[in-house]
């Protein structure tokens, strides 16, 4: 089997630079509007979905997500370390999926 970097897809690394977290997987207001009209508290795990699936053109596993960009959409969104940035439940992650793929038109 050949190796992940020797794959087409595109990977996430461990270590991103300020710049590639604020260019890569900053949400704009457009999509912070729109996941604020969907869900409330969940809404961080509605953006960063949306962010990495933008990124790598597919939905890697949430546990496969590094720290530094759940930790980006956190602070950017302004909100508290307490608030859940993981799934309890498969049915709310994959309806969330297929609402990231509606509003991109996939």
Request: overall charge positive.
């Amino acid at each position: 089997m050949a190796r992940a970097e020797r794959t087409i897809y595109r990977l996430l690394k461990q270590n991103f630079t300020q710049e590639e977290l604020t260019i890569h997987f900053s949400p704009s207001a457009v999509e912070i509007a729109w996941a604020e009209q969907l869900t409330r508290n969940l809404k961080l795990c509605l953006l960063i979905n949306l962010k990495v699936f933008q990124y790598l053109g597919y939905f890697p596993s949430h546990n496969d997500i590094p720290a530094p960009i759940l930790t980006h959409v956190q602070t950017q969104q302004k909100a508290k370390k307490t608030v859940p940035i993981t799934y309890k439940d498969l049915g709310t992650l994959y309806r969330h999926r297929q609402l990231i793929r509606d509003y991109l038109q996939i």
